[in-house]
């Protein structure tokens, strides 16, 4: 029944992923094509980013047609082969569900921008300007500037919490959530199994739109989250879809602490199974209402080590987490906190055994698992709105951040540092495409490539495959109680997960130089057996003295 708890599931972003006609853009037969690798790495889903028809002006993130597959992807019986032959070999297939928005050429916006009376118009959430002409409120869109865009047609604002070519849908309207449900009947009916839900803690809009109280011109905050009828819009979501079709669900929970992820996600509640959560992933940022993401500072490893270990006790017993560090939007570990040079192999291997070591369901971006790295681009080349958008507001026209220091910002953690082509082999692109890629290679692919990974039995990819069939074959990695150990300690990540009288040990030193003396790891007396280590000859639990350059290693006691 709860598959997805003892799954990991694996993230294709397609447009990157494999492109099997040449055109330099990813698509489903290049996904197809791939099945057998992924079964090999051993994941148990897929969640495919969007692949709806759009006009790709947030790279799928802005859908014209939810039951259409986007013709650059391929068509709809592409994808019905792919959840066939998927299922095939037992994984199972999510797809990315954006309801909180759709693209401006949707038909439904189409209709709804001709008039006031139109019946598509409340589809969409449409205001007055106020008496000077200003918008309805000082709502900003997370892609820089205002949430509101006039329309000189009907003289009303519109809401975007994107860009304006992604008008948000208004869930007040009963008509417009049951066509989201239909969208979303449809593709169940054709043997999808979940949903991962774009930005889903933002369909529920406070219908006063208060104003925020700030000297800014624009603010993205409290208000563009966790609204009065959010968990009312879920479940009734899950009454009308989910529960019939027993979806497997995954909410992006943007805005989510700990209590709106426990009513998003207590069984008892009939909503969603996991969010995903983002306060781990703040560790390095020091976001100020101006700079936003883009306000750095230094990775602190003590703060991640508390921030994860207060999901892993708080959601505990009725809840469950999600883990992960990368995904589409976020940047690659082994470059953002790790080291990518010296220490690629080991930090790579060091991040993945202290996330997959944890309780909750595993989420491995594509590349992660052969360690990709961050990119340097010249502003021009990279592709992501999101930066180019904050490049115009915060560098050319606020002068916030100097031109250095926000290229410094984008190359650490800007999202097209996961948006390169997926590097399966050293020839031209990578193999990624026999055309030329949408957005470049990065350029360590002759080193970094699924050919070389899968041949080297030391590789990344089969410390990943290692671990997976650990999560896999050990009933410890699901049901342990996690608890933190040497917390305070800013190079050393230790934890135990324990069920009985047995006990998981997960240790790494999260550093580049040597860490010794070793605390006591164990007050068991029997020695332990070593499950996993990123180091050929990491020795048994009771004679280990010193952790190496970010050396990781999971032990089981007894
Ligand atoms: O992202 C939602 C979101 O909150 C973004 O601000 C994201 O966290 C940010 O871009 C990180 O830098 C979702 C999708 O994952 C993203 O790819 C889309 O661009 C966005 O929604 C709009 O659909």
Redo the contacts with the bound molecule.
Sequence with gaps: MEWWKDAVIYQIYPRSFKDSTGNGFGDLRGVIEKLDYLESLGVDGLWL?PIFESPQK??G??ISDYRKIDPRFGTNEDMYELIEKAHAKGMKIIMDL?A??SSDQHRWFQESKKSKDNPYRDYYIWKDAQADGSPPNNWGS??SGGAWEWDETTEQYYLH??LKE?PDLNWENPKLREEIYDLMRFWMAKGVDGWRM??IGAISKDQSFPAYDSDEQYVVGENHSNGPRLHEFIQEMNREVLAPFNAMTVG?G?GSDIESAKLFTDPERNELNMIFT?THMGVDERPTAQLG?WGMKPFDLVELKADLALWQTALNERFWNTLYFE????ARVVSRWGNDTTYHHQSATAFATVLHGLKGTPFVYQGEEIGMVNSSFPIEDYDDV?IHNAYKDLVQERQLLSEADFMAAVET?G?DNARTPMQWDATANAGFTTGTPWLKVNPRFEEINVEKAVADKGSIFHYYQKLIALRHNEELFRTGEFELTNSEDPRLFTYTRTLGDEQLIIVANMSAENYQPLPLLSTEKATGELLISNYADTPAIDVISVLRPYEAAIYKVK
């Design positions: 980013s947030d790279n993130y802005d954006v909180n928005h997370i892609f919490y994107f992604q774009d930005v992006e943007n983002f993401k995904n589409h939007d976020q999101e953690k999202r």
